[in-house]
């Protein structure tokens, strides 16, 4: 390893540090999850060392509802440390350089989502995210920059790359331990079939990378947004928007080539759902086979059960599982079969097994397992994979200059 960690920084510094604590949010309500308790860890070892803290973190993407502020993270936050946490509703303003300069020993402070700002994203050359506003403003106000999020560490956004070229840089404990377990295990060989299950909402992330993990996984199992612009590209009419959700028809624009081009050159890899399930007008769960639906007029929120029995035996028969992305909507219990059913095929075998991200992470817990029964979860879910196909991570890449 490359990097400067905790232990290479000097105690009682007034630290920046960036966790990501991007979460679920319902109704409005941040949900609390796996990636609170992991940051915990760096922050309570902070705060025990005397640091000066200050949190940089995002949540959600502008123009979706689960871009909210911060303030709800800094409350749970403070049930995990067992430590007053503050909040200031600013992330570089006058308030917040104020609040800042007040911090003692000890003192965490969060600042606002800096998804707020302009200059946080797009994503562009670290050597631009560094000159802007955003990241020269608070340069001056901290000894050092600590990030932390390794999840978030496949983005080129400013408080992610742009601090480490103006400052001194060091890795927070989950970027070590979480880049060390993801960088082995993509350097792991297996000899026998390899299984990556493919769900969740974020299917531009999944499907770019599937295209550089051809080699090396031997069946691709689908579920969630992805798995329905597969289906659609195999002809089904399923995988575009009904509503205004916008989950599909951006990503299928952004995808289309590369999910036709999959299905084309590498079909016996892929394994589509032969089943979907929707919420009926009683509220209950319903099934269809997708050979049944002549017209989308109803939002799929899982695979169905048919599904589940035919990606089981070939998790059974794997000698390596990897799972990114929850196959259906399993927060709700109706919509919980297709990823706890997978999740719970992968515990009851002694396959090696990775399961990935924030979001699915939490229904490890939700549906009675536990985390040994997996060789590694990551709160990490596009960075862990990108990490498996070898590519560096453009987060990691700054620290290590
Ligand atoms: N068919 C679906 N419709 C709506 N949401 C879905 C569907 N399938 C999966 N999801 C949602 O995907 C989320 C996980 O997405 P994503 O952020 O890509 O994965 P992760 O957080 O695991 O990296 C879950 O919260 C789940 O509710
Ligand atoms: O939750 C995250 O990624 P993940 O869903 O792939 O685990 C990170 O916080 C990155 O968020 P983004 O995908 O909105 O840039």
Sequence with gaps: MTFQTLDDLDDGQRVLVRLDLNSPVEDGTVQDNRR???HAETISELVDRGFEVAVLAHQGRPGRDD?????QHADILTEHIDHDVDFVDETYGPQAIHDIADLDAGDVLVLENTRMCDDELPEEDPEIKSQTEFVQTLKNEFDAYINDAYSAA??????LVGFPLVMDAYAGRVMETEYEANTAIAEKEFDGQVTMVVGGTKATDVIDVMTHLDEKVDDFLLGGIAGELFLRAAGYPVGYDIDDANLYDEQWEENSEKIETMLEDHR???TLAVDLAYEDEHGDRAEQAVDDIDEKTVSYLDVGSETVMEY????RDS???FVKGALGMFEDERFSVGTAGVLEAIADT???????????SRAIEMYGMEEDEFGHVSIAGGAYIRALTGAELVGVEVLQR
């Design 36 to 38: 609170f308790d992991r």
């Design 67 to 71: 871009f909210v502020s911060l303030s």
């Design 154 to 159: 496949h983005r080129s956004h400013a408080s």
């Design 268 to 270: 016996d890899q892929i």
């Design 312 to 315: 089981s035996p070939i998790i």
């Design 319 to 321: 000698e390596a599982v």
């Design 350 to 360: 002694d396959c090696f097994s990775v399961v990935g991200g924030g979001d699915t």
